[in-house]
């Protein structure tokens, strides 16, 4: 990530303030808190987390403060938090691979972990049965039902933890083949949670990558070839989507994406195509420096802001059994991400020559969203794509805090350089 986008990121996260651990973690170092426990005879209780983690903050808000779970820990444990992000070599060397991990010891003995959300039941359960020595390896326990989606994913993340890479390898398998035909609304956790974890794994164990591999190569068969279906061979957009998911989220390897984008990109059905699979082709596009190319093949320039406003509008309705705070993150999120969206759009617009466009859709974009995140990811995207205009320093101009015109300088100053050639 490149000096500006940085920048706009750590603007963005200044926004939105953290909020305090519950009361119960100590707020001793790592190894003073290990210790502590080890002198009371106490079992050491370790949360994982971010401050960039969803499901961190909502057990914070909501697991961490039942009662009964703060008595038990009070009781029996010396808890401590720890960032992945402040603590990188602690991270590492407690083998942490995804947020919320929770481990309990006892000594320096490691008891049992468990990743992911747990509510209040859940995790007295796990507590209790891990501190009594019941815990069952993940490996020994029965297979959660096909229909169990969500079982079959903390299954397959502990199989990872455990290193247990054949049988994890075996249950991601599955899970990309059969978690939609069980539950159609997991589409999008399957190309974006699954395929990250299926990363994951693909890093640590060059079986399992060499599986992935096979996997990407059988779907691009069926992209080449089509698929049998009666006596016909058909071509299915969920293949062409697998395939691109596969390369570009599971694989890491762009080469054979950008080469299928040059391929394609003359094509009188490009704008289209590209329509289809923007959400998982426009970083490889941006991160190569396409700009141009990128801005040619926006079919809809509009479409982000339109979608923007009806998920706006579902989610508000979603959002009214939640707490205060838990609705003002997810709002805060959901900001920075549509910032960051159009921040896109408008710079590659501009690389590709869509002037016009682009300072409509970002005059549109600030109607909706008048905020930092907003001005300065127009502004950041655009610098970042060469694309320096004088209503980039209108605005900067537009942002009322101070304080924040004073850290906004350097950016100013870029953009006048750049306007000065």
């Known amino acids: 990530m490149n000096t500006t986008m940085t920048t706009l990121l750590a603007l963005a996260i200044t926004a939105c ?9 100590t707020d001793k170092p790592y190894a003073e ?3 502590a426990a080890a002198d009371d005879d106490k079992l050491f209780f370790v949360k994982a987390t971010a401050d960039w983690c969803g499901p961190c903050k909502l ?6 403060v039942d ?14 938090s720890v960032d992945v992000d402040d603590e990188p070599q602690l991270a590492g060397r407690l083998k942490i691979r995804a947020m919320p991990t929770t481990i309990l010891m006892r000594g320096d003995e490691e008891l049992a972990r468990v990743v992911g959300y747990r509510d209040a039941d859940d995790l007295l359960e796990w507590l209790a049965e891990a501190s009594g020595g019941r815990i069952v390896p993940v490996a020994e326990r029965p297979r959660p039902p096909a229909d169990d989606i969500r079982g079959r994913m903390d299954r397959a993340r502990e199989l990872t933890q455990a290193d247990d890479f054949a ?4 249950e991601y398998l599955w899970l990309w083949n059969n978690m939609v035909k069980q539950e159609p609304a997991m589409s999008g956790v399957r190309v974006s949670f699954l395929a990250r974890s299926m990363a994951d794994l693909a890093v640590r164990s060059p079986e399992a990558k060499a599986v992935f591999v096979k996997l990407r190569d059988e779907t691009e068969d069926r992209l080449i070839n089509g698929k049998t279906d009666g006596d016909t061979r058909k071509k299915s957009w969920d293949d062409l989507r697998d395939w691109l998911v596969l390369n570009e989220r599971v694989l890491k390897d762009r080469e054979p994406v950008l080469a299928w984008v040059d391929r394609i990109k003359d094509r009188p059905t490009a704008t289209q195509t590209f329509a289809r699979t923007r959400d998982i082709i426009d970083d490889v596009l941006i991160d190569n420096g396409r700009w141009a190319l990128y801005g040619r093949l926006i079919d809809d320039p509009y479409r982000d802001i339109e979608m923007h406003l009806i998920i706006q509008e579902m989610d508000a309705k979603r959002d009214k059994g939640l707490d205060k705070a838990m609705r003002k993150e997810i709002t805060s999120r959901r900001q920075r991400a549509f910032a960051q969206t159009i921040g896109k759009t408008v710079a590659g617009l501009l690389a590709a020559g869509r002037e016009d466009e682009a300072k409509r859709v970002a005059d549109r974009a600030i109607e909706i969203q008048d905020d930092l995140p907003m001005r300065t990811g127009i502004v950041s995207y655009s610098l970042d794509a060469e694309q320096a205009r004088g209503w980039h320093l209108d605005l ?8 924040m015109k004073t850290k906004l300088a350097p950016m100013r100053q870029k953009i006048e350089a750049k306007l000065r050639g």
């Open 17 to 25: 303030a953290s909020l305090a651990e519950p009361a119960f973690f």
């Open 33 to 35: 808190a290990k210790q």
């Open 59 to 64: 057990m914070d808000r909501t697991t961490f």
């Open 67 to 80: 009662q009964r779970v703060i008595d038990w820990l009070s009781e029996r444990a010396v808890s401590v």
């Open 167 to 170: 049988a994890a390898t075996d």
């Open 396 to 403: 900067l101009d537009g942002v009322d805090d101070e304080r």
